[in-house]
């Protein structure tokens, strides 16, 4: 079901500020990023750079080999088929994958990617940054929309139980510490990428931890009480991108890349419900937030109202 928060009667008001930083919502429309930045789903941004990149080893012959003899699977978080075809031809070896994530590491300064959330002030984002999640901070605010007397059956020992339930704070649960972005931000908002609750009622815990003190009904009716979705758009410093997703984002461009090469070989990569999520494990500054937008539609994957 989609959700539009300027038609919904739920929807709650923003604080003012911060209006000069609104971007618009399409990619097309929105000024591009720097050239020292790289964004995933701009392939026109990064395909012939790429190729340039990698040419010491993915000559013209390569190229031509895969073409003529393709591999059964052009995959990417397995790139063999094509450190093979480069033996075959070059006798170079090498692993491409790492290859190309130090060639992004070297070629550019930034990765651009999104964050989904709700909120009624724009300020804490622009003057403190994003933050990663500390479920102490979340808990507290559950107590405040939850346990204010609203919900008669809401009590400190149902929140209590509900966070032990939930564990947030085992290494293993994957969300306390962390800070989540995408690398598509259409992931956030349209029915593939199955992620709008981010955006419809903001922090997941929170989200958790409310449908279990009171009901699923009630927690999105005043979740969406909040404030708006909103989209941030952010330039995050290379350092700050743990390996594996780097590894993970050069293995899609390099299958992307090489199922342009033959008509009909469709790429996973960037396809929708493809995926692109990966976190952080340290706050991002203010000044890597490029503006936001608040997205028109967005596929609700939790509806029930």
């Known amino acids: 079901m989609n959700y539009q928060w300027s038609s919904c009667h739920l929807t709650g008001t923003i604080l003012p500020g911060y209006e000069d930083r609104e971007i618009a919502e399409d990619l097309k429309v929105r000024p591009a990023p720097s050239d020292d930045v790289f964004c995933f789903p701009l392939v026109e941004s990064w395909r012939e750079r790429v190729w340039t990149m990698l040419r010491d080893y993915v000559t013209d012959e390569v190229k031509a080999e895969f073409i003529h003899n393709p591999p059964e699977f052009v995959v990417s978080d397995d790139l063999s088929w094509l450190d093979d075809i480069i033996f075959e031809v070059t006798g170079k070896t090498c692993n491409i994958k790492e290859l190309t994530t130090d060639c992004l590491l070297r070629e550019y300064r930034a990765f651009r990617a999104a964050h989904g959330t709700r909120t009624n002030d724009l300020a804490q984002f622009y003057e403190r940054g994003l933050r990663l999640l500390r479920v102490e901070e979340i808990e507290d605010r559950a107590r405040s929309i939850f346990l204010n007397g609203r919900f008669k059956h809401a009590t400190e020992g149902e929140l209590q139980r509900a966070i032990d339930d939930i564990e947030a704070r085992k290494v293993s649960g994957g969300r306390n510490g962390r800070l989540y972005f995408c690398a598509n931000e259409r992931s956030l908002i349209t029915k593939s990428g199955r992620s709008g609750h981010y955006l419809i009622y903001g922090s997941e815990y ?97 509806s029930s109202l």
């Open 206 to 302: 929170l989200y958790c931890l409310g449908m279990r003190v009171t009901s699923t009904r009630d927690t999105q009716k005043t979740l969406k009480e909040i404030g708006r979705p909103t989209m941030l758009i952010c330039d995050i410093p290379m350092e700050l991108m743990s390996p594996y997703p780097l590894q993970e984002f050069a293995g899609s461009i390099i299958e992307y890349l090489f199922c342009e090469l033959i008509d009909g070989l469709e790429a996973h990569a960037l396809s929708p419900g493809s995926g692109s999520g990966f976190s952080l494990t340290a706050d991002l500054s203010a000044a890597h937030i490029v503006g936001h937008y608040h997205p028109v539609t967005i596929y609700d994957p939790l």
